[in-house]
């Protein structure tokens, strides 16, 4: 049975609680351990929901008891959720847990503790040496890769280069391949600009960068099928009809927006490039929720717990 690490995430957000929810939906799935806070999971819930069915709890006792409340953003509990994820890759190392899980994080509330945080991808990239992390979020009908993760759309264009694009589609056909079992991974490029660009009427990305770095790549990846730029609106219409494995988005929102429409239920943030399967929900602590136990929406946790078993089987094999 695949061993899961699961991290509560920020403690004052949504995460405590739908991580009781998944587990309790879940049992006999996977063995769970979960990296948290106990007090905070008992006041996530009413008394008589805390259950943690066939699971292990790491308990961390970092949280102010007196002074604890959800929906809130405080340097405190942005620190305690670095400490959740830290001691999570500390489980990984010495191979007590497989994979990993995370429930979402505040980015604000770590970088008030102190730490420089743009998101969990990054820091799994520092903290596991693995530079060349993709960021591969999906649902239960379209995947996408992303050239760019969370960077203001003013700096996207200045940020893409050569280098960024190629290794983004060639880590994610290797993960097509070992996590997927796709063989011969078809992906579609989303343009930058709209209409991707018009031949460069409307901006120089398209012809000047991305149309050489899908060359390049045909040439690299040979049992790969790679079309495109198109305009955003066909390449993710085609890929949702069938014809493509994975979109190749050059910002966030153009991957989050379809996939939110499509089916958030489904999202998962999958981490490919480090020598372990990560994931996590697609949604952030939903702070103006968190502490209400009916609002709590345990669906993408449970997709992306399902996504981490199958994908973590699937690595076993390759």
Not at 29 to 56: E, H, M, W, Y
Not at 57 to 81: P, Q, W
Not at 226 to 255: E, L, M, N, R, T
Request: proline share 5%; charged share 20%.
């Amino acid at each position: 049975m695949i061993k899961i690490g699961l991290t509560i995430g920020d403690p004052s957000g949504i995460g405590p609680a739908i991580a009781l929810k998944a587990i309790q939906q879940l049992n006999g799935f996977a063995r769970f351990t979960v990296i948290g806070n106990s007090f905070v999971l008992k006041k996530s819930c009413p008394a008589k929901k805390f259950q943690l069915p066939g699971a292990d709890l790491v308990d961390i006792d970092n949280i102010n008891k007196n002074k604890f409340s959800f929906g809130r953003i405080k340097a405190e509990y942005g620190k305690a959720s670095i400490e959740y994820l830290d001691q999570a890759l500390a489980l990984l190392r010495c191979g007590k847990i497989d994979c990993l899980v995370t429930c979402p994080v505040s980015k604000e509330a770590v970088n008030l503790s102190g730490k420089k945080f743009s998101g969990h991808t990054k820091y799994l990239s520092s903290a596991c040496d693995c530079p060349d992390t993709v960021m591969l979020l999906l649902n239960d009908r379209l995947k996408f890769c992303l050239l760019s993760q969370h960077l203001a759309l003013k700096n996207v264009a200045g940020y893409l280069n050569k280098q960024i694009i190629e290794n983004t589609v060639y880590q994610s056909a290797l993960g097509l391949k070992k996590l997927f079992r796709i063989a011969h991974p078809r992906f579609v490029f989303c343009g930058l600009n709209p209409h991707a660009s018009d031949n460069g009427v409307i901006g120089r990305e398209e012809p000047e960068l991305i149309i050489p770095a899908i060359k390049s790549l045909k040439k690299k990846l040979k049992k790969t099928s790679i079309c495109g730029p198109f305009s955003a609106d066909i390449a993710i219409a085609q890929a949702v009809s069938g014809k493509f494995d994975c979109v190749v988005a050059a910002y966030h929102d153009q991957a989050l927006i379809a996939l939110k429409l499509t089916g958030p239920e489904s999202g998962v943030n999958l981490t490919l490039g480090l020598p372990f399967v990560r994931t996590s929900p697609l949604h952030g602590t939903a702070i103006d929720i968190a502490g209400n136990w009916k609002l709590s929406d345990p669906s993408s946790l449970i997709a992306a717990i399902k996504l981490a078993v199958k994908c973590t089987r699937n690595l076993k094999k390759a």
